[in-house]
């Protein structure tokens, strides 16, 4: 019998003008790192974000290990970091020698929970801390990172007003969130540094990169100096402090720039994802099952980069997050359940964490389902069919 194609949970969608950029840059020999295509990525990236200034680099997560860096975290320094998240939010911190300090949710956005944030920048600073058993001495936390879960917005606003209050910058998360806004303005942009990421799953992609954004110019350029491996001005090879190979390359910038030129098509594509899923679930209440989502209140616009949803057994005849990933991993649909919290991770046992088991209890029952923008309707249609089969 013949497999049944593959649904993927989010695979890359070309636009049809990549191999354009991709083309000059082969045509005029800039295939190196840096060339025409870096420069012209990280303008449109301004321009679209509204950010002033950007680097254009090899990984989301380079931007933010550049980040803590340019904020002068050190070695057993806190950083406080959301706990629902990919690992790659928190292993910069690791890095470089800090103690990360995991925040739990909040129900709505399931993003950093800012009462809890309050609590655990209080506690730090008054000497309260544990880490495996051992009280941590008292000390201002070097920086906060929330993130822009699945391309929902955080509640910016109320996790700004704390980081304000205490005087901590805020390293911003939004690798998910390319094309979300919060208030009218682009995610990454409210803290001191913002990072994105354009993974092979993300909603435009360079096949691998990323990107810092900040409005001080200062900052940009010496991630750009540290990307480049920290090489002073000087005929030779010369370097006086310690650096990194994290620029992007002139071909995969191409590739991004032409990306650019359809994302806000991949942004309509992906919402109306969110709909289709979200009339489906609507019409099964009748039969007394309740899908819940994640919220996207009054001020926020989500790129709806996933669409997530909640199947609380207790709410649904006993029908669970993994009975219904395994249903449709049968019929070869790739789903995943929600981000193993990072404080729930055996590499980061023993660290602090600050909440309520809100995020242990998303990830529990969350489940994302497939939301790439070259879904079609047949796609729907096979994914629907295992869904109603479960809704009995």
């Given at each position: ?83 629902m ?192 899923y ?30 997530a ?32 919290p ?8 023993g660290?602090?964490f ?20 070259n ?16 809704f009995?």
């Amino acid at each position: 019998m013949t497999e049944k194609k593959k649904i993927w949970l989010s695979s890359p969608h070309m636009g049809g003008t990549e191999q354009k950029y991709v083309k000059d840059a082969f045509d005029t020999n800039w295939v190196a790192p840096l060339g025409p295509n870096v420069n012209g990525f990280e303008d449109v990236l301004c321009k679209y974000t509204g950010a002033k200034h950007a680097a254009a680099l090899s990984s989301g997560t380079g931007a933010l290990h550049l980040a803590l860096i340019l904020q002068g975290v050190k070695p057993g320094d806190y950083v406080l970091c959301q706990s629902m998240t990919f690992s790659a939010s928190a292993n910069p911190i690791a890095y470089l020698g800090a103690v990360p300090v995991f925040i739990d949710s909040e129900p709505d956005t399931w993003n950093m929970n800012p009462l809890w944030l309050e609590k655990a920048v209080e506690t730090c600073m008054k000497g309260k801390l544990v880490m495996n058993g051992k009280k941590l001495p008292a000390k201002k936390p070097a920086a906060i990172i929330p993130v822009h879960l699945y391309g929902m917005p955080a509640k910016m606003d109320e996790i700004m007003k704390v980081a304000h209050k205490y005087e901590i910058p805020v390293i911003e998360d939004a690798a998910e969130s390319l094309g979300s806004f919060y208030k009218g303005h682009h995610t990454g942009v409210y803290g001191e540094m913002g990072i994105l990421s354009f993974n092979g799953n993300k909603i435009i992609t360079t096949s691998g990169g990323g990107a810092l954004i900040a409005d001080d110019e200062e900052l940009i350029q010496k991630a750009r100096f540290l990307a480049t491996q920290s090489r002073d001005v000087a005929p030779h090879y010369q370097h006086s402090q310690i650096g990194y190979n994290y620029r992007m390359s002139n071909v995969l910038a191409g590739i991004g720039r032409g990306q650019m030129e359809v994302l806000e098509k991949r942004i309509a594509q992906r919402r109306a994802n969110f709909c289709s899923y979200l009339d489906f679930f609507k019409s099964q209440e009748d039969k007394g099952y309740q899908i819940t989502f994640q919220q996207e209140m009054h001020d926020m616009f989500s790129n709806r980069w996933l669409t997530a949803v909640l199947i609380d057994p207790e709410k649904n005849k006993g029908l669970t997050r993994e009975k219904t990933r395994l249903a449709l991993d049968a019929e070869n649909i790739e789903s995943r359940p929600l981000w193993k919290p990072m404080h729930l991770q055996p590499v980061f046992e023993g660290t602090p964490f600050f909440g309520d088991g809100t995020s242990e209890k998303l990830f529990e029952n969350g489940l994302c389902l497939p939301s790439g923008s070259n879904l079609d309707e047949e796609d729907f249609d096979r994914i629907f069919e295992v869904l109603q089969k479960l809704f009995v």
